[in-house]
């Protein structure tokens, strides 16, 4: 892995100023000071840009002329929609829709699903859609920065919010292996890709786009539920 490249060390950057861990609802969540009805408006927002990880992969897969690679990342779309039915990551945040007390129907219809979400989760489709191979991957670097984050939230739901079973943290736990071995295999991708500069530009552009989408989608719920100014 390159990790000490330039391209890697300004991703990194870019991402540490940027990710939605510094948000004030994520602040408030990992605080404790959260309601049960804020941490449900969360969890039934967040399913739609859950339901559309396995879809944003597969416009990456359709971008690949390479055995080899669409090998590797189908594994995402498995992870995400399970092998069988009740498996995956999307069960698993239907698991914790049922746990924080959703009707687990209504979240998998995404009835109430804000605009502003909706349209944040939109415009993550739309990056990976038109942007070539290289850059649509380097939008996915966002996982770079998820173990740290799920493992304060597992930790934070377990001491703040113990009428959540822990049980049902499972797809936060789950993440965290997952999310380290992906982001590898995605900035090993992109440093070996990304070989210009201007491509180099472009997938440092993807993901501070992709940050900005996830800090969007954390601002609609926030501003519906009460969190900050």
Not at 20 to 45: S, Y
Not at 205 to 212: R, V, W
Request: aromatic content about 8%.
């Amino acid at each position: 892995m390159t990790e000490d490249s330039p391209l890697v060390a300004r991703l990194r950057s870019e991402g540490e100023k940027r990710y939605h861990d510094r948000h004030p609802f994520h602040v408030a969540m990992h605080a404790g000071t959260l309601t049960k009805r804020q941490i449900q408006a969360w969890v039934e927002n967040r399913y739609a840009y859950q339901a559309r990880i396995p879809r944003k992969d597969a416009l990456v897969l359709a971008k690949s002329e390479d055995p080899a690679f669409r090998r590797v990342w189908i594994r995402r779309i498995v992870d995400h929609d399970g092998a069988a039915e009740g498996e995956g990551g999307l069960a698993m945040w239907e698991r914790l829709a049922e746990g924080v007390g959703l009707d687990v129907a209504r979240v998998k219809a995404q009835k109430d699903v804000l605009p502003g979400v909706r349209f944040a989760c939109d415009g993550y489709l739309a990056l990976v859609e038109k942007s070539p191979l290289v850059v649509a991957v380097a939008s996915s670097l966002t996982e770079f920065f998820s173990p740290d984050i799920m493992t304060k939230r597992v930790l934070a739901w377990e001491t703040h919010y113990p009428w959540v079973s822990p049980h049902v943290l499972e797809y936060f736990r789950s993440r965290v292996p997952r999310a380290a071995r992906d982001s590898r295999e995605a900035i090993d991708f992109v440093s070996a890709h990304a070989v210009t500069r201007e491509l180099e530009d472009a997938c440092v552009a993807a993901l501070i786009e992709k940050c900005s989408i996830l800090w969007a989608l954390l601002d609609a719920v926030a501003y519906a539920h009460g969190i900050g100014p």
